[in-house]
């Protein structure tokens, strides 16, 4: 059994994880970045690269560009400065309609021993009501950027991630936004879904790298009355039934073929040793016979707020 788990869940999670990256390239696909709506900050812009502005007032900072690919808002931003600053100007997160892209700058503003890192977050919402799960948790997308050096060079690596997580409230603190931050950067994740919810990140090497963080819904009520009255509505493998269909019946045939693959070679050893002393071992130390129970966790990128507290419950001690 525990070689059967051994095998069986890491192909479950590539298969998994394809399927839904798959799935939002399908919806970026399909809205296309030509139907996003300019935000208040990237319109001040007016075509311009927002990296040139950065240049001006920082040396080692971010331009976060964000795109809605759903029809849903992203509201109730709460923001955690771990280094540097925010943008006097473009620096102030705000709340986001859907089919919408902007830009959030973040920097040290050309000073000394500065650098820029910080972690934030939207509350994920239809209508401008937040989506609830089980009527009392609401979800929010968490981002979080690490740019490590003061002085950095144009190959120094830096680290993003994205996940969505569950709250019991529909507002957070900054001192919560900061455990989320601390979270994201010991288990990056630059690609993540949760129910319908999916989310990709990436930024470039060097001192003022660009960030895109990318946001869509693989549900259909999810999607914006302005790209569903443009959009064909037909069949297509990447839909959200069918991908979670190809995914039970991939996942069963998968474990029948492993099952059967296991048991012939457990037939072939028993007739092997057939006739020979029973060896017991275990991985539990003084205990020959103990079974040690392995459990399958759900496929989500989820992370309570009852786990964070509890994993972090000695870092304001």
Known sequence: MILLNILILPLLTIIIATTTENTLEHVIAEVGKDKLSPGKYLEKFKGEDPKKYLATVGDVGIVLDIENYSGLQLEDPVIYVHAGYKDEKYGHPHNMGGTQQEVF????????????????????????????????????????WDL???????????????????????????????????????????FAHHNHFLARVNISRGCLPSVLLQFASSKKDHKSDQVASSVVDKFNPLDE??????????????????????????????????????????????DRNSEVEYHHAEQTDEETEDEIFTANKNSFD
């Open 105 to 144: 700058l973040y920097h040290n503003k050309k000073r000394l021993h500065r650098r820029s890192a910080g972690s934030i977050s939207w509350m994920i919402t239809k209508d401008g009501k937040p989506i609830w799960e089980n009527e009392s948790k609401v979800s929010r997308v968490h981002f979080m």
């Open 148 to 190: 490590p050096k003061y002085s950095c060079k144009s190959e120094t690596v830096n680290t993003v991630s994205v996940g969505f997580h569950t709250h019991d409230k529909a507002k957070i603190t900054e001192e919560l936004q900061y455990r989320y931050y601390d979270l994201h950067l010991n288990r990056a994740r630059v």
């Open 241 to 286: 039934d069918f991908s979670l269909l190809s995914i039970l019946l991939l996942s069963a045939g998968v474990m029948m073929g492993v099952v059967v693959l296991i048991g012939g070679l457990l037939q072939v050893r028993r007739r092997r040793c057939k006739g020979r002393d029973s060896i017991y071992r275990s991985s539990v130390r003084g």
